[in-house]
């Protein structure tokens, strides 16, 4: 065995973001750059011997020399045995419930989610904990100082594995294992969801489903799950095979990028039931016939509804979205008599809260849904979940969607991203919004009235860690609110995200367009942020 001891020097941007190391493939593709990563990884979590890692991406561009690079670093780090999914495909959340049901020590997953692939585009690297979750930032801290200082790695000299062919092979001590990419995860959802109605549902009556993959990885899951387990007929799948550069598209499940789904769903003779899925799979966007289900709405509808689904017939414990989703789910907690946490924006936020099983349900505006069930949002999961559902019921999506407001109120919701404006500006915008704070809190804006201001603070309820300055918030007496914050997923200039929601008892106003409902609090966001002098821009890029 021969494993070669490569000199090497520190790179200062390896800090990962909200969801791991995100950077273009050509900074990835600098020499050393992903192996100085990787071994700061292997180099932060402690002993590997004997040890499994789970090992996959979603099959973008640079995915299989990354994993052939992988492979040989883990085994020269001394790594027992690496489970690496066929071609190098796993979804996120399959490899969050492999890394559970072989007790892994963790996984490396290959992806940078929703952003576009190609060799023009980005790639990412992400950590994930023997829990199944994303690394907590002490964690994703250990390795950004290792990578400081970093000035060796280790790599096998091997011919590259084969990743076609399932089974074991050895590279050097270590055993590589070529898994299926869907069949335990799809073990898990036959667990949780009651499939002989699903496939009733979906064989039997004339419901008709169409799922768009965007030519990234959920499809082969898409493509077994939907159509040969559960009956739907051959084609139901759109783009469902990986490609490296999702087809030049978007792999972002939203209004915007998932045009054709969007156009189909509000077409003639639409079917009843449309989801997407992001580039990793854990995404996910839900549509009935002309009418789009916002993701806020869908965890409160969700968690209403969850007693008719076998995995939580007995009830959840708690609930969780990050702080700028809307606050829908709290009402269905309040009613049920469950908690209902606020968390940071990022999944790696739940991981605590599930752990100690305070909650059972998470989700985030960002069209993430899950459950316990592993420890990241599952884009199958919650199309699976809804299908359950509307098994049961009996009902459209839009009724189903209507009658909940009607029961728990209407909360009106919008997110408004000003994509790749310039860092500078933005910070500056922020650092004006904060320092705008303390003297918010009282103003009558028009028929708005400050309640309160802030930069968000999240206090960890499980081991206490305390997590700063994740946006700011205003609130208005009426139960509106405004959050801006920075994303910590973008790899060009810096991305503002405007959160607007505003809350509607009444029945007979649940009509109106979102853009329509909220107007005066657009309005409003703009006199009090100055988003246009500052960004430059008179419009969002995307509107979800
Ligand atoms: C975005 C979303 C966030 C999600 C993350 C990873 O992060 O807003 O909810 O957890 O992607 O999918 P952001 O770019 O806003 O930091
Ligand atoms: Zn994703």
Redesign the pocket.
């Known amino acids: 065995m021969n494993i070669r001891k490569v000199s090497t020097t520190p790179f200062s941007d390896q800090k990962p ?3 791991g190391l995100r950077k273009a493939v050509k900074d990835f593709q600098q020499p050393h750059y992903l192996e100085n990563f990787i071994q700061s990884i292997f180099d932060s979590v402690g002993d590997l011997h004997f040890q499994t890692l789970v090992l996959g991406g979603d099959g973008r561009y640079y995915n299989r020399p990354a994993i052939q690079i992988i492979l040989k670093m883990a085994a020269a780090n001394g790594i027992g045995r690496i489970k690496v999914g066929q071609r190098g495909i796993l979804s996120t959340p399959a490899t969050s419930a492999i890394i559970r049901k072989y007790q892994a020590i963790g996984a490396i997953i290959l992806s940078a ?2 952003n576009p692939g190609g060799p023009n585009g980005d790639f990412g690297v992400k950590y994930n904990i023997s829990n199944g979750g994303p690394a907590p930032e002490k964690v994703t801290e250990a390795i950004y100082d290792r990578s400081k200082v970093i000035d060796i790695y280790q790599i096998l000299e091997a011919p590259d594995v084969d990743l076609e062919t399932l089974g074991e092979s050895h590279l050097g001590e270590t055993v590589v294992e070529v898994i299926d990419s869907v069949q335990d995860y799809q073990e898990l959802m036959e667990s949780l969801f009651d499939f002989e109605r699903i496939h009733q549902l979906l064989t039997r009556g004339n419901f008709r489903i169409s799922i768009d993959a965007l030519h990234a990885v959920a499809g082969p899951y898409a493509h077994a799950i939907f159509e040969q387990r559960l009956g739907a007929p051959v084609g139901t799948v759109r783009n469902g095979t990986p490609l490296e550069d999702f087809g030049g598209g978007h792999p972002d499940p939203n209004l915007v990028y998932a045009h054709e789904l969007v156009d189909i769903s509000y077409g003639e003779n639409a079917p009843d039931f449309g989801a997407a899925f ?1 580039g990793d799979g ?2 996910n966007m839900i549509l009935g016939r002309k009418f789009f289900v916002t993701p806020s709405d869908s965890l409160a509808i969700l968690a209403a509804n969850a007693k008719l689904v076998p995995g939580y017939s007995s009830g959840l414990a708690g609930v969780a979205r ?1 702080m ?2 809307s606050q829908a789910v709290d009402r269905v907690a309040a009613q049920i008599g469950i908690d209902s946490y606020e968390t940071p ?3 790696k936020f739940f991981g605590n809260l599930l752990d100690a099983g305070k909650a059972t349900l998470c989700g ?3 069209f ?1 849904t899950g459950s316990n069930h592993i420890r990241e ?1 599952d884009g199958l999961w919650a199309v699976l979940f809804w299908l359950n559902i509307l098994a049961i019921r009996q009902q459209s999506v839009e009724q189903i969607v209507r009658e909940h407001w009607q029961t728990y109120g209407r909360n009106y919701y919008s ?1 408004h991203d000003y994509e790749g404006i310039e860092i500078e500006p933005a910070n500056t915008l922020i650092e004006r919004l904060r320092s705008l704070l303390p003297t918010l809190k009282g103003k009558q804006f028009a028929n708005y009235q400050v309640e309160y201001s802030d930069d968000f603070s999240y206090t960890d309820p499980v081991d206490g860690s305390i997590s700063d300055q994740q946006g700011v918030r205003i609130g208005f007496s009426d139960g509106s609110r405004i959050v801006v ?6 790899t060009q200039g810096a ?1 503002l ?1 405007v959160y607007l929601e505003s809350y509607e008892a009444d029945p007979a106003k649940h009509d109106l367009e979102p853009q329509q409902a909220l107007a005066s609090l657009i309005t409003l966001t703009e006199e009090i942020a100055q988003i246009r002098k500052f960004t430059g821009r008179e419009q969002p890029t995307v509107i979800t």
């Open positions: 973001g909200t969801s989610s929703h992001d854990d995404r990050s700028p989703t924006t990022g999944w985030e505006e960002s993430g949002k997110r914050r920075l994303s910590g997923t973008g991305t995200r």
